[in-house]
């Protein structure tokens, strides 16, 4: 925690590296993971070859794919390119099953109802199903994200990892407190990430959580609402006879 707070310049440089590194292949698979899934996503011969795919690719080591896509495209070892694209396929890959998931979750009435109100496949697709798979959406979001706030740190081994260039450094001079330092900030990072997502998700949801608070408000009324009164002895005897 000294060498953070001895080294606070420093530090803030890597986050932002380690922040650019984590963000842009979070967005990117976001996008190509929802162009996958509007597209393909009823058509099971190509989604089940899409999900392969992508299963495959989450199987290789980072490391390796760190290593191996600049021998593909051509960028130098060193280059940040390569980071962002090995993350943008992990990313990709775990977000398209949870699109097709998410939007096969949308109730067939649903769907039923705005084809008869005239919406094209395509047209219902972006602005009925798309909406209300935001939920589910968000939540596998909120793992790719959290898992390449973690996986920039490998990129460290070979020139570029953002926030891990401190673990690197601390390891070669037996230094924990800067380790120490490292796995704090970025734990920080996750975390803000997460919340950020969370917050984004439930904006874009109004109509999820009006239903709970309505529910909640009308508990709460029935709590404090006072206890009716209790009868009169009058009101208590029979018919016909007076209460003594």
Known sequence: MNWLLDNLPQAMGLTVEHLYLSLVPTLVGVVVALGL???FGNRPRARAI???????IFTIPSLALFVVIPSIIGTQILDPLNVVIALALYSTSLLVRTVFDALDAVAPEVLNAAEALGYSHARRRIFVDLPLAVAPLAAGTRVAAVTNVSLVSVGAVIGVGGLGQLFVSGYQRNYPDQILAGIIVILLLALVFDRVIAVTARLL????????????GEGKRRRTSPAP??????ELAAPGREAK
Do not use: E, Y
């Open 37 to 39: 899934g509007l597209a």
């Open 50 to 56: 899409i999900t392969a795919v992508a299963s495959a």
């Open 205 to 216: 949801t109004p109509w999820l959580h009006q239903g709970a608070s309505a529910a909640s």
């Open 229 to 234: 009164a209790a009868p009169a002895p009058q």
